[in-house]
């Protein structure tokens, strides 16, 4: 019989309904219950496309003994994080401070009154290498709870108040200038792995707003030590296996140092990130390498996330049938010399094993290998290679496909709306700009109230239950204020300014300028979550700077520029020390010293083609963080248009910066050089 998660949109919580665990959502009711019964909680949390999740899922919470010793002795709760990353991050919080590390499936176990005091991640259905087995941990966990009650709450209110004294050494109010910028660049060159790309060592993570702060630092200031890092680690990347060869589109991360061998879910964020990132480059080197990843990862995103409301859902799971009945990671993806044959013939399976990598023993599990390209001496006939990928990719189309999670993530959302939108506008890709056009409509007419307030999730068209976290209004302005300056249509720049209004009032604090993941109205935890640092994605507080930036650049407005300053220094703060982490936080810098520079370009209509051409040149430009208003003259969809006449009855293009304007001209070459960083 299906437990309380059946009622939920959330598909990982629905992977968990039929479960004998008599599963509750995140509620009070939850807590309620536990206060009721005087036992514990179990929080369970993970997301749909976590490996883990599943193994742990299958292993215990499909175990009816088990499930009857957590209905029993527990309130068990399960989270998806992607759902509550608020809930999430207080929590991991907790568990890398005990422990030292963190990870899905992070597994806490709670007082009635949500404090945590005792953690860890998956634990297995056995004992093994260490590691106590799930059941064990579960009977002393209740022998504590029940034979030594006070040591049990004392220890977790000791961990409350050390998590509430945890708070971020914020630097001051100060933007970070060329001397901090100059550092983070060094200290990324310490890191960079100058013969495979990227930084560090196993796992490597797609460093996307790593790569976005090197190419606007190389714009700014010439620097060709930041351009070469950014164009070696997205030639790397889209070489190895972590690129999907045949289909586009990037897995998660490489287990590896070399690119070659993914964990293969396939995350909207990353998509969104990395395809911009790759038109970025493109736009900065004309590389064509970086035009056909752009376009191959748009189309990706496009044909294998779009939903039929038109949002974009959040991953492709790693795992498929391998066509035995067994769920196995990769499946999907990889190839043997002889699965080559069977589709291509002899002759065309060898070619295409020289050409992706395909070797006898292996690059990836029992044999099978992970396309890549590598480096060869000698040229492939591309016809040829075009029909082996459409053989392979037609063949693979056969296979089950990989899970997809459906949910619709609004901060996601935004990103991808921004990709597309740049990327058709680039590569002359109307669309592209539909499709992200489409997203955004979505997000305006089921994610967000009268009072422009953000829901985070949506799925099959009815809104979540939750509401939207920093990163949500952040993301989503990050992608109406790119739609509004590809599309020339100021209703993007109105919507982006309530959703950072909210930032200013409900996220940002009065007195220091900083920023919360949750609202000051949000439902209260053990702590208000605020993390300033990049991860998978732009942190809320990053990506709220940036935005509140493009949005001062485009409306004058002196409040948005002050608190995307206050915001920054943070960065001032953390850039120099730990630049990997706060990329997208060093791109608002390079954009906050550029200026940004404010283009508007007049014309009598954007499809005349004097107009076309000085809004795609305006597009195009690499000044860090430039914003576009594009229109007729004496439009008021933008305030960058006002009083900017025709110049000799020809369209024109005005660029202004620090309260300075230079000349309007009327050439797209002129302008060009002007923009050109």
Not at 636 to 646: H, M, N, T
């Given at each position: 019989m299906p437990n309380r998660l059946a009622h939920e949109t959330s598909p990982y919580l629905l992977q968990h309904a039929d479960n004998p665990v008599d599963w509750w959502p995140w509620s009070s009711e939850a807590f309620e219950e536990a206060r009721k019964r005087n036992v514990p909680v179990l929080l369970s949390v993970g997301y749909s496309s976590c490996h883990w999740c599943h193994v742990m899922a299958h292993e215990s919470f499909e175990d009816q003994e088990t499930a009857e010793y957590l209905n029993q002795h527990y309130v068990s709760v399960k989270v998806d994080r992607e759902e509550r990353p608020d809930v999430d991050a207080v929590y991991m919080e907790a568990v890398q401070a005990a422990t030292g590390q963190g990870g899905w499936p992070m597994?806490?176990?709670?007082?009635?009154?949500?404090?945590?005091?005792?953690?860890?991640?998956?634990?297995?259905?056995?004992?093994?290498?260490?590691?106590?087995?799930?059941?064990?941990?579960?009977?002393?966990?209740?022998?504590?709870?029940?034979?030594?009650?006070?040591?049990?709450?004392?220890?977790?209110?000791?961990?409350?108040?050390?998590?509430?004294?945890?708070?971020?050494?914020?630097?001051?109010?100060?933007?970070?200038?060329?001397?901090?910028?100059?550092?983070?660049?060094?200290?990324l060159t310490r890191e960079y792995d100058p013969q495979r790309g990227g930084f560090g060592g196993a796992p490597k993570f797609p460093p996307s707003m790593v790569l976005e702060f090197l190419l606007r630092h190389h714009a700014r200031t010439g620097a060709e030590g930041a351009l070469q890092m950014a164009q070696d680690t997205c030639e790397r990347m889209a070489r190895g296996g972590m690129y999907d060869q045949l289909g586009g589109g990037f897995a998660r991360y490489s287990v590896d140092r070399d690119?070659?061998?993914?964990?293969?879910?396939?995350?909207?964020?990353?998509?969104?990130?990395?395809?911009?990132?790759?038109?970025?480059?493109?736009?900065?080197?004309?590389?064509?390498?970086?035009?056909?990843?752009?376009?191959?990862?748009?189309?990706?995103?496009?044909?294998?996330?779009?939903?039929?409301?038109?949002?974009f859902a959040s991953a492709l799971d790693a795992d498929s049938d391998d066509g035995t009945g067994k769920h196995v990671e990769g499946a999907y993806y990889v190839w043997t010399p002889e699965q080559l044959r069977e589709v291509l013939g002899d002759e065309d399976a060898e070619l295409a094993a020289q050409h992706f990598g395909v070797t006898e023993e292996g690059t990836f599990e029992e044999g099978a290998s992970v396309l890549q390209l590598p480096v060869r001496d000698g040229v492939f006939d591309a016809g040829k290679i075009a029909s082996i990928s459409e053989r392979l990719l037609a063949k693979r189309a056969e296979r089950p496909a990989p899970g997809r999670d459906d949910k619709v993530v609004a901060a996601w959302n935004g990103l991808a709306i921004a990709a597309l939108a740049e990327t058709g506008?680039?590569?002359?890709?109307?669309?592209?700009?539909?499709?992200?056009?489409?997203?955004?409509?979505?997000?305006?007419?089921?994610h967000l109230d009268e009072q422009a307030r953000l829901t985070r999730t949506s799925k099959d068209g009815h809104a979540g239950a939750n509401a939207g976290v920093l990163e949500d209004y952040a993301d989503v302005a990050e992608g109406f204020l790119a739609l509004a300056s590809v599309t020339g249509e100021g209703v993007w720049l109105e919507f982006a300014g309530f959703l950072l209004d909210h930032v200013l009032v409900r996220f940002t604090d009065p007195e220091s300028g900083s920023l919360y993941d949750t609202a000051a109205d949000a439902e209260r935890l053990i702590r208000r979550p605020q993390d300033p640092t990049d991860n998978a994605a732009p942190s809320g507080w990053t990506a709220a700077a940036n935005a509140l930036l493009s949005y001062a650049a485009h409306t004058g407005s002196e409040p948005h520029r002050t608190a995307a300053e206050?915001?920054?220094?943070?960065?001032?703060?953390l850039g120099p020390r730990v630049p990997r982490f706060?990329?997208?936080?060093?791109?608002?810098?390079?954009?906050?010293?550029?200026?940004?520079?404010?283009?508007?370009?007049?014309?009598?209509?954007?499809?005349?083609?004097?107009?076309?051409?000085?809004?795609?040149?305006?597009?195009?430009?690499?000044?860090?963080?430039?914003?576009?208003?594009?229109?007729?003259?004496?439009?008021?969809?933008?305030?960058?248009?006002?009083?900017?006449?025709?110049?000799?009855?020809?369209?024109?293009?005005?660029?202004?910066?620090?309260?300075?304007c230079d000349a309007p001209t009327t050439e797209p070459d002129r302008l060009r050089t002007v923009l050109s960083g």
């Open positions: 597994t806490v176990f709670l007082t009635p009154d949500a404090e945590p005091f005792y953690f860890g991640t998956y634990f297995p259905p056995a004992p093994r290498q260490g590691m106590p087995s799930f059941r064990q941990v579960l009977q002393g966990v209740h022998q504590a709870w029940d034979e030594r009650r006070d040591e049990v709450t004392e220890v977790a209110e000791k961990i409350v108040r050390d998590l509430a004294g945890r708070e971020i050494s914020y630097g001051d109010a100060r933007t970070p200038g060329e001397e901090e910028l100059a550092q983070a660049l060094l200290g690119w070659v061998v993914p964990h293969f879910e396939k995350m909207l964020y990353d998509n969104a990130l990395l395809c911009r990132v790759y038109a970025h480059l493109w736009r900065a080197t004309g590389s064509e390498l970086a035009r056909r990843v752009a376009l191959e990862t748009a189309d990706f995103m496009v044909r294998e996330l779009r939903t039929n409301e038109g949002g506008a680039y590569f002359d890709r109307p669309d592209l700009v539909e499709a992200a056009v489409a997203a955004a409509d979505l997000l305006v007419r089921l206050r915001a920054l220094g943070v960065v001032k703060a706060i990329g997208w936080g060093l791109a608002a810098a390079e954009a906050v010293l550029d200026g940004p520079r404010e283009v508007a370009v007049v014309g009598p209509a954007l499809d005349d083609e004097g107009t076309r051409a000085l809004h795609r040149t305006a597009l195009l430009g690499t000044a860090p963080g430039a914003v576009v208003a594009a229109g007729a003259p004496g439009s008021d969809e933008f305030p960058l248009l006002a009083d900017r006449p025709l110049v000799g009855g020809e369209p024109a293009a005005y660029v202004c910066r620090n309260f300075t």
